[in-house]
């Protein structure tokens, strides 16, 4: 059964730091590209990063570019993301996901979230 569970969400201050955690049971972890994609109160779902396999690829949403960093450790069964430079509209529950490796930016399993908020 495939389980990924986010954590490290949080209140932080506009120009704040956080690392969300991602960790992946049920699933051969090095077999899947990872991403992360978010979803802001009244808002769709919304890509933000994807990782590949080995970590070798990644792909940022525009708005997160220069400001967020994906990465994983296979040996830990596990992807982060690292957001610096967090402004108010980063708001949102980030959700950790299994991607597809033709399409990053087309989830296969979701986690249950994690609560982000950047208050200004």
């Known amino acids: 059964q495939v389980q990924l569970v986010e954590s490290g969400g949080g209140l932080v201050r506009a120009g704040g730091s956080l690392r969300l955690s991602c960790a992946a049971s049920?699933?051969?972890?090095?077999?899947?590209?990872m991403g992360w994609f978010r979803q802001a109160p009244g808002k769709e779902r919304e890509f933000v990063a994807a990782?590949?396999?080995?970590?070798?690829?990644?792909l940022y949403t525009d708005s997160v570019k220069g400001r967020f960093t994906i990465s994983r450790d296979n040996a830990k069964n596990s992807a982060y993301l690292q957001m610096n430079s967090l402004k108010p509209e980063d708001t949102a529950v980030y959700y950790c996901?299994?991607?597809?490796?033709?399409?990053?930016?087309?989830?296969?399993?979701w986690g249950q979230g994690t609560q982000v908020t950047v208050s200004s």
């Open positions: 996901a299994t991607v597809a490796d033709s399409d990053y930016k087309r989830p296969l399993k």
């Open positions: 049920g699933i051969t972890f090095s077999s899947y590209c």
């Open positions: 990782i590949s396999y080995g970590g070798g690829t990644t």
